[in-house]
C-alpha cells in the first residue's frame, strides 16, 4: 500500500496512544476492581454457607423473594423504588417456577453482572481516561501543527483517529472481559458458558409486566450481546470525547465536560420518567443491558430499538461537528 | 527558474483585524530566504499560512507549482516545516517520531529515516525519549523531521530560539552545506537581526503584517540613509531640535550626552550650526557603521527589537 495510508495513521494513533501507557492504567484499575468484586462475592458466599448451611441457589432465591415481599410490604418505600422491587420479584419467581437459576456461580456470570453494572459508568470512563486527550493533546503539546502541516487531508487524519478510538474500545471489552474472567474464575470456578439464562421479560414505567416473549439462552450467547451493546455504548462515548476533544483545548476541561454527560445521565434515568422528552438525550440512553435483563427502561416509550436509534443520531452528530470543526479551522 | 514559494496578494483577517496585510514575495531554488521582523509582525501567521495551519482571507499562495488551498497534499509534498519550536511527542523516541511522519509522507523507508538521523548527527540518542533531548537536539531531530520527505523547500521559523552560540553557529554552516547539496529553497524566521544577516541571501522585512522592504542583505545596507551620532551637551534639547528638521529620518537619545540619527551625511553643517545657534555644545559629529538593524529601525518606526 503507498504510504500515506489509512492503517499507518491508524499504527501512528496506536503508537502515541501506547506510549503513553493509559491502557496499562486502566487494565491495572481493571484488574484491581475486578479481584475486590470477586473477594466480595467469595465472602458472600462464605456468609451464605454460614447462615443457610447450604449452597442450593433455590434456597437462596426463594430467601430472596421473601425479603423483597417483606420490603414491598413495608409503606415507607417510594413508588418508583417500589415497582423496582416488583419487577424484580415477578422475574425472581419467573426462575424459580422454570427452574432455572438466575445467578448459575461461574466467571460467565460474573462477566455478566460487570458489564451489566459498569456498562453506564466504569467502561465509558476507562474509554475517556484512554481517549479524552486524542486530540486536546496534541494542541497542548503543539504537535498538531506537525501533524498538519503534512501531505494527508484533515479529514483523513480525524477519521484515523476515530478509528483507533473504535479500535480501543474493542480492545477494552475484550479485556474486561478476559479480566473477569480470569480473576473470578479463582473463586467462582470457569464453568457455565452453557448455563441457560431468560431473556425478553418486557416491563415498562406505568407497571406492565409481560413474560410473552421471554425465551432461554445459553450463557454465552447473551454474554455475546451483552459485550456487543457495551461495545455500542463505549464507541458512542469514545466518539462524543472525540468531538470534545477537537472543542476543546484543554484535556482537563474535556474530561471534566465527559464525566458530566456520564454522571447527569445516571442521574437522570434514575429520577425516572417526570420529564419525557429526556429520553430523546443521549446520556438516558446508555443503559442498552437493561432491556436484555428485562428491567423497566427509565421512562415509557423507550425500547432497544429506540434506544440504538437516539444514540446513532447522536453520534452522526457527533462525527458531523467534529470532522467540520477539525476540517475547517485555522490553527495557531 | 519556477519559484519554489510563491505569494500573490496575501492577507488575512480575523474580525475586523487585519493580521496579514496583501504580502507578496517568491523564493527561488537553491535560495535562502530571511523573514525579519519584531515579534507580532506577522512571520509566524504567514508561516502558517504557507504549511496550510492558516487559510488566507484572500490571495494565493503555491509551493511549487501547486495551490495550497486547492491540492493541499501535492503542495505539502514539497515542504518540510518547523513550525515555531519543534513540535515532537515528547513520550516518543526519536526514531518513533520520524517513524509516525514517515508513515505519513510517500516513500519514506527505514534507510531514508537512518538518512536523516546521521545528517542531523543525532544517532548517539535517536533511541531515546524525546522529552530527555536538549533543546538543540529537539531543533535537530526537528529538521530531521523537516527533511524526512526530501522537500523543495525547507521552512524554519525561529529556529535559533534556545540555541546558545555554538549552536547558531552550527545551525548556520549545516543550512548553507544543505542548499549547496540539494538546492533547496529554505525560509528562515527570525527577530534577530545578525543571524538573518549572515544566513540569508534575501531579506523580507516584516511589519504590522504588511512587507516594507525586500531584497538582498547588501541592497538592504546600500539603501540606507547614513546613521550620524551627534555628541553635545544637551542630548534631550539636541534631539528635540533634530527631530525637527526635514533632513533628519530619526533622532534618538542614547544617552544625556548622544542623539542617534539617520540622515544625509551632507546636512550635518547646517544643522550643526543651528544646535549652536540654540546654546547646545556640539563636541564630536560622527558616521556610524551601517547595519541591518539601522534599516530595521527605519523601516518599522523603532519597534522594540531583541
Known sequence: ?332 | MEPTVKLESVSKVIGKKTIIDNISFEIQPGEVFGFLGPNGAGKTTTIRMLVGLIKPTSGKITICGHDVRKQFVKAMEHIGSIVENPELYKYLTGRENLEVFARMLPDVDAARIQEVIDLVDLTARVDDQVRTYSLGMRQRLGIAQALLGRPDVLILDEPTNGLDPMGIRDLRLFIRKLVEETNLSVLVSSHILSEIELLADRVAIMSYGKIVQVGTVRELVDSLSPGVDWRVSDAFAAQKLLASSPDVQLAEVKDEHTVHTLMDIRKTGGLNRALLDSGIEVWTVERRVQTLEDLFIQLTGGDHIA
Open chain 1, 1 to 332: 500500500m503507498r504510504n500515506p495510508n489509512l492503517l499507518g495513521l491508524v499504527r501512528n494513533e496506536v503508537m502515541k496512544i501506547g506510549s503513553k501507557r493509559r491502557f496499562a492504567v486502566v487494565s491495572i484499575i481493571l484488574v484491581i476492581l475486578v479481584s475486590m468484586f470477586t473477594y466480595a462475592q467469595y465472602r458472600q458466599i462464605e456468609e451464605q454457607l454460614e447462615k443457610q448451611g447450604t449452597l442450593d441457589w433455590r434456597v437462596e432465591l426463594q430467601q430472596d423473594i421473601v425479603d423483597t415481599q417483606n420490603r414491598l410490604a413495608s409503606s415507607s418505600i417510594q413508588d418508583e423504588f417500589r415497582q423496582f422491587l416488583e419487577f424484580d420479584l415477578k422475574q425472581n419467581q419467573y426462575y424459580l417456577d422454570n427452574d432455572i437459576n438466575p445467578n448459575y456461580p461461574g466467571a460467565p456470570t460474573f462477566i455478566r453482572i460487570f458489564f451489566s453494572q459498569g456498562l453506564t459508568l466504569v467502561l465509558p470512563l476507562f474509554i475517556i481516561v484512554i481517549m479524552a486527550d486524542i486530540v486536546s493533546g496534541e494542541q497542548n503539546d503543539g504537535t498538531i501543527k506537525t501533524l498538519l502541516s503534512r501531505p494527508v487531508k484533515r479529514w483523513k487524519i480525524l477519521l484515523a483517529k476515530w478509528l483507533t478510538v473504535l479500535l480501543y474500545t474493542s480492545v477494552l471489552m475484550a479485556t474486561t472481559a478476559i479480566v473477569c474472567y480470569a480473576i473470578s474464575g479463582i473463586v467462582l470456578g470457569y464453568d457455565g458458558w452453557t448455563a441457560p439464562i431468560l431473556t425478553g421479560f418486557q416491563a415498562s414505567p406505568s407497571g406492565a409486566f409481560s413474560t410473552e416473549f421471554v425465551h432461554t439462552l445459553p450463557m454465552w450467547e447473551y454474554l455475546l450481546m451483552a459485550v456487543g451493546l457495551a461495545w455500542i455504548v463505549t464507541a458512542v462515548v469514545g466518539t462524543i470525547a472525540l468531538m470534545v476533544s477537537v472543542l476543546v483545548k484543554n484535556t482537563a476541561t474535556g474530561i471534566g465536560i465527559m464525566m458530566a454527560v456520564l454522571i447527569s445521565g445516571t442521574l437522570l434515568s434514575s429520577l425516572g420518567s417526570s420529564w419525557t422528552s429526556s429520553k430523546y438525550l443521549v446520556n438516558v440512553n446508555f443503559n442498552l443491558i437493561s432491556y436484555l435483563d428485562g428491567q423497566a427502561p427509565p421512562i415509557e416509550g423507550m425500547t432497544l430499538a429506540f434506544s440504538l436509534a437516539v444514540l446513532a443520531c447522536w453520534t452522526i452528530g457527533a462525527l458531523i461537528v467534529a470532522f467540520w470543526n477539525f476540517t475547517q479551522k485555522d490553527i495557531y
